[in-house]
C-alpha cells in the first residue's frame, strides 16, 4: 500500500497519534499535549497508510534561525523499511533556510542521523523535566561521572543477577535504568515486547515468582556489546514452570550497561 504523506494537523486524530508514540515506543504522550505541541510546530509531516497512521514528526522552528527537530516515530510493523528515513529527510528538507538544524538521537541511534549530515554537538546541554531520568537512559552526563565500568564475564554475570532480581522483585528503578529506551524481548511464544510493554507488566501485577540462572553463562564481549547466553529456569506466580535459553544483549551507554535485546527459547 503506499503511503499519503499529509504536511497539516488538520484532520489528526490525537489519539491515535498518541497510540502510535506508545507502540513506537516514544513514550506517553497525552493527546491534548501532542496537539498544542504540533500545533505550536512550524512543521510536521504526518505518514498514513490505507488511513492509519504508520508515522510521524515535527519540527520547532522559528523562521530564520534555529529548528529542532524532534518526536519522529513510526509503528514497530514499519519500522525497517526506511519510513523514518523518508519523514526525516521531508523534516529536513523543510527546515532548509535556517541557520541550524538541532536534534537529539535515542542513546544508539546518533548513526541514523549522521546520513543526513548531522555531527555531535560537543557543548549541547539540556534541562529535562526529569533529569535523573534522563540521566539513567543515556541522554544526559554529569561532568563528573565515573569512569566506564570494568567489564568482563564476571561483571556482567553479576549484572544479569540484578536485572533478573529486579524483574522478580518489581524493582522498576533497577528496571528502568538497565533496559535501554529501546529495548525488546522475544518470549518462547514469539511475542515481542517493548520496554514500555514489558515493564508495565511488570509493573501492574507480579510477573515473575522465580528466576534461577543454571550453570555459567557464556560472554562474548567487544568494545561496547556484550551477548550473553545461559540456561535459565522460571516460575510464574500461577506455578507454571519454564525452563529456556535466555540471549541478551547488552550495549555500554553515557548511563552504563544497558540490555537492548533478550529473547527466550524453551527447552523442551
Known sequence: MAIEWKYSADGVDWEELAALYRAAPLGDKKPAALERAFGNSLFKCF????????????VLADGAD???????????????????????????EASRGHRKIILYAVPGKEGFYEGFGFLRMTTAMAIFENQQQQLERGY????????PQPADAAFFAALERRRTQALVQRDLATLEALHAPEYQLVTPAGKVHSRESYLGLVRAEPFYAAWEIVGEMSVRLAADTAAIRYEARL??????PVTCWHTDLYERRPAGWQAVWSQATEIR
Open 47 to 58: 505518514a498514513c497508510e490505507d488511513g492509519r497512521l504508520v508515522g510521524a514528526g515535527r
Open 66 to 92: 534555529c529548528a529542532y527537530l524532534c518526536d519522529v516515530a513510526v509503528l514497530p510493523g514499519h519500522q525497517g523499511t526506511g519510513l523514518g528515513k523518508r519523514i526525516v529527510g521531508h523534516l529536513v
Open 235 to 240: 516460575e510464574f506466580p500461577s506455578g507454571r
Open 140 to 147: 544526559l552526563k554529569k561532568r563528573d561521572d565515573p569512569p
